[in-house]
Protein backbone atom coordinates (compact mmCIF):
# COMPACT_ATOMS: atom_id res chain seq x y z
CA UNK A 1 0.00 0.00 0.00
CA UNK A 2 1.00 3.37 -0.27
CA UNK A 3 3.04 4.92 2.38
CA UNK A 4 4.88 8.15 2.66
CA UNK A 5 7.39 9.16 5.46
CA UNK A 6 8.60 13.01 6.07
CA UNK A 7 11.86 13.61 7.53
CA UNK A 8 14.36 17.08 8.20
CA UNK A 9 12.22 19.15 10.61
CA UNK A 10 13.78 20.86 13.63
CA UNK A 11 14.35 23.84 14.81
CA UNK A 12 15.35 27.02 13.05
CA UNK A 13 16.21 30.38 13.56
CA UNK A 14 13.96 33.31 11.73
CA UNK A 15 15.77 33.32 8.58
CA UNK A 16 16.92 29.99 8.41
CA UNK A 17 16.39 27.44 5.61
CA UNK A 18 15.29 23.76 5.73
CA UNK A 19 14.77 20.89 3.36
CA UNK A 20 12.18 18.41 4.24
CA UNK A 21 12.06 15.02 2.70
CA UNK A 22 9.28 12.77 2.09
CA UNK A 23 10.01 9.49 1.13
CA UNK A 24 7.05 7.40 -1.03
CA UNK A 25 6.71 3.65 -1.75
CA UNK A 26 4.02 1.45 -2.19
CA UNK A 27 3.17 2.13 -6.40
CA UNK A 28 4.74 4.46 -8.75
CA UNK A 29 4.99 8.06 -7.59
CA UNK A 30 4.48 8.99 -11.45
CA UNK A 31 0.55 8.42 -10.99
CA UNK A 32 0.43 10.89 -8.13
CA UNK A 33 0.19 14.23 -7.34
CA UNK A 34 1.64 15.57 -4.37
CA UNK A 35 1.70 17.95 -1.66
CA UNK A 36 2.75 19.42 1.29
CA UNK A 37 0.42 20.67 4.13
CA UNK A 38 1.29 22.00 7.63
CA UNK A 39 -1.16 22.27 11.00
CA UNK A 40 -0.12 24.68 13.63
CA UNK A 41 -1.84 24.61 16.92
CA UNK A 42 -5.28 25.06 17.45
CA UNK A 43 -5.54 25.59 13.40
CA UNK A 44 -6.76 24.13 10.63
CA UNK A 45 -4.26 22.07 8.62
CA UNK A 46 -3.96 24.03 5.51
CA UNK A 47 -2.06 23.31 2.02
CA UNK A 48 1.44 24.86 1.16
CA UNK A 49 2.11 23.81 -1.78
CA UNK A 50 0.68 20.85 -4.69
CA UNK A 51 2.38 19.78 -7.98
CA UNK A 52 0.72 17.65 -10.04
CA UNK A 53 2.91 15.37 -12.39
CA UNK A 54 6.42 16.53 -12.91
CA UNK A 55 5.49 18.12 -16.46
CA UNK A 56 2.15 19.46 -14.68
CA UNK A 57 1.46 22.39 -12.88
CA UNK A 58 2.46 23.66 -9.14
CA UNK A 59 0.66 25.75 -6.49
CA UNK A 60 2.19 27.65 -3.43
CA UNK A 61 0.07 29.23 -1.07
CA UNK A 62 0.54 33.14 -0.66
CA UNK A 63 2.23 32.96 2.35
CA UNK A 64 5.24 30.95 0.90
CA UNK A 65 5.78 31.91 -2.38
CA UNK A 66 9.07 32.82 -2.95
CA UNK A 67 10.27 31.67 0.12
CA UNK A 68 9.55 27.59 -0.59
CA UNK A 69 10.21 25.40 -3.68
CA UNK A 70 8.31 21.80 -4.10
CA UNK A 71 9.93 19.25 -6.34
CA UNK A 72 9.72 16.04 -6.93
CA UNK A 73 12.33 12.90 -7.91
CA UNK A 74 9.78 10.35 -9.43
CA UNK A 75 12.68 8.04 -9.64
CA UNK A 76 13.79 8.05 -5.74
CA UNK A 77 10.30 8.37 -5.00
CA UNK A 78 11.27 11.11 -2.82
CA UNK A 79 9.27 14.46 -2.92
CA UNK A 80 11.05 17.55 -1.17
CA UNK A 81 10.00 21.04 0.48
CA UNK A 82 12.78 23.35 -0.10
CA UNK A 83 12.06 26.52 2.82
CA UNK A 84 14.28 30.03 2.63
CA UNK A 85 13.88 32.69 5.24
CA UNK A 86 11.32 30.96 7.19
CA UNK A 87 9.55 33.02 9.69
CA UNK A 88 8.08 32.34 13.33
CA UNK A 89 4.91 31.69 11.21
CA UNK A 90 5.44 29.19 9.56
CA UNK A 91 5.90 26.50 12.99
CA UNK A 92 3.88 23.89 12.23
CA UNK A 93 3.57 19.77 11.71
CA UNK A 94 4.70 19.81 7.99
CA UNK A 95 2.73 16.29 6.32
CA UNK A 96 3.22 15.08 2.61
CA UNK A 97 0.47 14.04 1.06
CA UNK A 98 0.11 11.82 -2.41
CA UNK A 99 -3.46 12.02 -4.56
CA UNK A 100 -3.78 9.65 -7.51
CA UNK A 101 -4.65 10.88 -10.65
CA UNK A 102 -5.77 10.13 -13.93
CA UNK A 103 -3.65 12.09 -16.80
CA UNK A 104 -1.76 14.95 -16.20
CA UNK A 105 -2.62 18.07 -14.47
CA UNK A 106 -1.57 21.12 -16.20
CA UNK A 107 -3.78 23.70 -15.52
CA UNK A 108 -2.97 25.87 -12.32
CA UNK A 109 -6.39 26.48 -11.27
CA UNK A 110 -6.96 23.20 -11.05
CA UNK A 111 -4.09 22.09 -8.69
CA UNK A 112 -4.51 25.48 -6.57
CA UNK A 113 -8.62 23.91 -5.94
CA UNK A 114 -7.58 20.51 -5.14
CA UNK A 115 -4.33 21.26 -2.48
CA UNK A 116 -7.02 20.93 -0.02
CA UNK A 117 -6.45 17.90 2.99
CA UNK A 118 -9.94 16.48 2.03
CA UNK A 119 -8.77 15.94 -1.61
CA UNK A 120 -5.59 13.55 -0.87
CA UNK A 121 -5.83 10.21 0.18
CA UNK A 122 -2.29 9.54 1.50
CA UNK A 123 -0.48 10.96 4.24
CA UNK A 124 2.45 11.02 6.08
CA UNK A 125 3.07 10.86 9.91
CA UNK A 126 4.29 14.67 10.09
CA UNK A 127 7.39 16.46 11.32
CA UNK A 128 7.54 19.12 13.40
CA UNK A 129 9.29 22.33 12.20
CA UNK A 130 10.00 25.38 14.72
CA UNK A 131 11.11 28.25 13.74
CA UNK A 132 12.35 30.78 16.90
CA UNK A 133 14.98 32.70 18.62
Known amino acids: QVQLVESGGGLVQPGGSLRLSCVFSGSRLEYYAIGWFRQAPGKEREGVSC????????YYADSVKGRFTISRDDAKKTVYLQMNNLKPEDTAVYYCAALYLVGVVEDFTTVQRLCVPKTYGYWGQGTQVTVSS
Open 51 to 58: RSQSDGAT
